[in-house]
């Protein structure tokens, strides 16, 4: 089922068009993750979902619909944007307390002791908010955006300044809520390791286009060809190993990392047909194993051959 979609979404500001025909759609209990460079039309896709802005051409749909014209289904989202929503001068629980209220959350005291022990905050529940670290304001605004229980947890650059310890806690607290509470998640970032350790499906956009979308184990295996690692019984072939991988029509590229060669084939081609060639010319091979693309080199790929169509 699909919780969140958009349709051949578009956004123009006074003749400027910064979103141009994005689709995708999000299935209940995902992960999703959004990337894509600062300026590509993220946070413009946020809030075209939220009913923040309206659309210049196609739909943005949560749950069916347009938030902006049903309230009740906006009850049903938790949204986390650049700033946390808290108030310094109040503790964390009373910032959960005021924002509880206003949600009308039932047995609210309760709910606050889950999102106090959920993010780690019980041991500074009474804490003036001021008093927290970064990391831990972070994690108060994602419990504040969860207290109500949403079925849907937007979050716009979460880990945004952090520091990587703080970085760290947040991609826990989006793991755990993911898992233990079956929130459906959209992500909005551009920090690529932050969306390889938590999503399950990503969509990158540049320039307002969509230029890569699919599950990240898919994008990780089909896109630009079969990546296999070598590893050479004599380090002194390495140059060998380059000059017959250089002449061979099926190996797109190649490159030498701590002596291991990593090469990308065509579509089409096995590792096989590399590896015979090598044992014919007298190279030998120690240990032969297919590998993943990084989400940062099918990153580097979408943005770039955008570029070069641009």
């Known amino acids: ?93 009373e910032n959960l307390d005021y924002y509880g209220r206003l949600y009308g959350v039932p047995e609210l005291q309760r709910r606050i002791s889950e999102i106090l022990a959920l993010t780690g905050l019980e041991e500074r529940a009474d804490s003036a908010v001021g008093t927290l670290s970064t990391g831990m304001k972070r994690k108060l605004g994602l419990g504040r955006a969860l207290l109500h229980e949403p079925e849907i947890l937007f979050l716009d650059e979460p880990s945004s300044g ?19 509470e079956s929130v459906t998640v959209f992500l909005n970032s551009h920090n690529l390791d932050e969306v390889q350790r938590v999503c399950d499906t990503v969509a990158i956009l540049d320039r307002g286009r969509l230029r890569a979308y699919d599950r990240v184990a898919a994008l990780q295996e089909n896109r630009g060809g079969v990546h296999f690692a070598l590893t050479l019984a004599d380090a002194g072939d390495i140059t060998r190993a380059e000059g017959i991988l250089a002449s061979m029509e099926e190996v797109s590229r190649y490159w030498i990392e701590d002596g291991v060669i990593t ?4 579509d089409g081609a096995a590792p096989a047909q590399v590896l015979a060639r090598l044992v014919r010319e007298g190279v030998l091979v120690e240990e032969a194993r297919k590998t993943r693309r990084s989400l940062e080199e099918i990153y580097l790929d979408a943005v770039g051959s955008a570029e070069g169509g641009a």
């Open 263 to 266: 090469a990308v084939l065509l």
């Open 162 to 180: 952090l520091d990587p310890e703080a970085q760290r806690m947040v991609r826990e607290l989006i793991n755990e809520v993911s898992g233990r």
């Open 1 to 93: 089922m699909n919780i969140i979609e958009t349709s051949s979404l578009g956004k123009a500001f006074g003749g400027r068009e910064v979103l141009d025909g994005v689709s995708f759609a999000v299935k209940k209990g995902e992960v999703f993750g959004f990337l894509g460079p600062n300026g590509a039309g993220k946070t413009t896709t946020l809030r075209l979902l939220l009913g923040l802005l309206e659309p210049s051409e196609g739909e943005a749909l949560v749950f069916g619909e347009r938030l902006a014209d049903r309230e009740d289904l906006r009850r049903r989202v938790g949204v986390l944007l650049e700033h946390n929503g808290l108030f310094d001068q109040l503790s964390a629980r």
